[in-house]
């Protein structure tokens, strides 16, 4: 019997990167839609670890299943690491858009000389369970355990330089400003293959799928 993997997320863009990315571990993957749940987890944590964790465990209570789930971001060392956790919302409610986040960000280091723009992206990835994931498993939606424990997290970066103005059609977020020198191009001006290569988000999910498989091997044996 597969195991189900619970992959904290509604967005279905997000859902298929992980089914694609996870597709040869013996996983049932599903998102929080296909499980029920419509709860939406406020992020209050200080770090991004804080995040993916408080989801990780809460959504892992709800179902009592594996559960997946990360939290990421820029951190900007001429501003002390923000936006970090705040990057979707650098700026607060007042602003609505990626652009006028970027606006905002390049606003607060214009008058940086450019050694110091120095920036990473960073993805923590954190998985859950519970008592009843670990014996297997009950239908879908609202049978959750009432103790979720963590079971492993993952660190991924890449680190670049802040461009002093948006550069590239694709992507989304930062990409436009974020600078690679080594291939002399922003994120947003490369191809999504290619950046799905170096991304921090791939460099967390090749160390979670490591996780992942010695997880399956445990649960078969």
Same mark, same amino acid.
């Given at each position: ?6 992959? !904290? ?39 991004? %670890? ?22 990421? /971001? ?5 501003? $002390? /690491? $923000? ?10 409610? %007042? ?30 990835? &954190? ?13 879908? !939606?609202?049978? /959750? ?6 079971? &492993? ?45 170096? %991304?921090?988000? %791939?460099? &967390? ?17």
């Amino acid at each position: 019997m597969r195991k189900t993997l619970v992959i !904290a997320t509604g967005n279905k863009g997000k859902l298929r990167e992980y089914q694609k990315l996870l597709s040869e571990l013996p996983f049932n993957i599903v998102s929080l839609d296909d499980v029920g749940i419509s709860l939406e987890v406020e992020e209050t944590g200080n770090t991004f %670890s804080d995040n993916a964790w408080l989801k990780a465990l809460t959504y892992s209570k709800l179902t009592g299943m594996l559960t997946l789930s990360d939290d990421s /971001g820029l951190e900007v060392d001429a501003l $002390q /690491g $923000q936006p970090g956790v705040h990057s979707a919302r650098y700026g607060g409610e %007042s602003l609505t858009s990626d652009e006028e986040r970027v606006s905002l960000l390049l606003k607060n280091i214009e008058s940086v000389k450019w050694a110091k723009r120095t920036a990473r992206f960073k993805c923590v990835i &954190a998985i859950a369970e519970t008592k009843k994931a670990q014996s297997e498993q009950a239908e879908y !939606a609202n049978q /959750g355990s009432s103790e979720a424990r963590p079971i &492993a997290s993952v660190v991924g970066s890449i680190s670049g330089m802040i461009q002093y103005e948006p550069q590239g059609e694709d992507g989304f977020g930062y990409d436009p400003v974020f600078y690679l020198p080594s291939i002399k191009q922003t994120m947003a001006e490369m191809t999504l293959e290619y950046k799905n290569l170096i %991304s921090h988000r %791939s460099d &967390a999910s090749r160390k979670v799928i490591q996780v992942l498989r010695s997880l399956a091997i445990r649960c078969n044996t």
